[in-house]
């Protein structure tokens, strides 16, 4: 919400300016200007959602699935690291995990979870990481020196996309 503030506050205020302007207008005799009031509030009301659209759309994994999709092997596993990627999942084709220590607004579905060994703390992914297994797993960019400071420093980097990096143990 912090980074769409600026962008919710400007289409208020078009909306409000028009709807005020359309109220002035249109108590008069020239409907020309009630038309064009609404066509101007209209193309602004366009402009400021193109404008938010980028900065709050998240980008998506799309690209990284689809690497992790052709390198899958039986008994591979696959996580995001301290978020849930919706798509992921979707475009790998493959049940994904989540690696958190603070599940936030996912704890009552852990909780009630029959799958848990897909969603693990940190410190149970460390061990995860060391087995015998390969693992793949999302991190964005912003969590990239928390993902290395964790001691996955030697993760081999598969491929990157807007925001989100691609790391295997193997």
């Given at each position: 919400i912090s980074r769409a503030w600026p962008?919710?506050?400007?289409?208020?205020?078009v909306l409000v300016a028009g709807a005020i302007q359309g109220w002035r207008v249109s108590s008069g005799t020239n409907p020309r200007a009630s038309i064009?009031?609404?066509a101007a509030t209209?193309?602004?009301?366009?402009?400021?959602?193109?404008?938010a659209a980028p900065p709050l759309i998240r980008p998506g994994t799309k690209p990284l699935a689809e690497i992790v999709r052709r390198n899958f092997q039986p008994g591979d596993k696959v996580f995001s690291y301290h978020d849930y990627f919706q798509d992921l999942p979707y475009?790998?084709?493959i049940l994904t995990g989540i690696v958190a220590d603070d599940w936030g607004e996912l704890t009552f579905g852990v909780?009630?979870?029959?799958?848990?060994?897909?969603?693990?703390?940190?410190?149970?992914?460390?061990?995860?990481?060391?087995?015998?297994?390969?693992?793949?797993?999302?991190?964005?960019?912003?969590d990239i020196a928390v993902?290395?400071?964790?001691?996955?420093?030697?993760?081999?980097?598969?491929?990157?996309?807007?925001?989100?990096?691609l790391f295997s143990n193997r």
């Open positions: 962008y919710l506050a400007a289409i208020a205020v064009i009031t609404l209209a193309v602004l009301m366009f402009a400021c959602v193109t404008f475009y790998s084709g909780s009630h979870a029959k799958d848990t060994d897909r969603f693990i703390s940190d410190a149970e992914f460390e061990q995860v990481w060391a087995g015998a297994g390969r693992v793949f797993v999302v991190v964005k960019n912003k993902f290395r400071a964790a001691g996955f420093g030697s993760a081999l980097t598969l491929g990157e996309c807007r925001g989100h990096i």
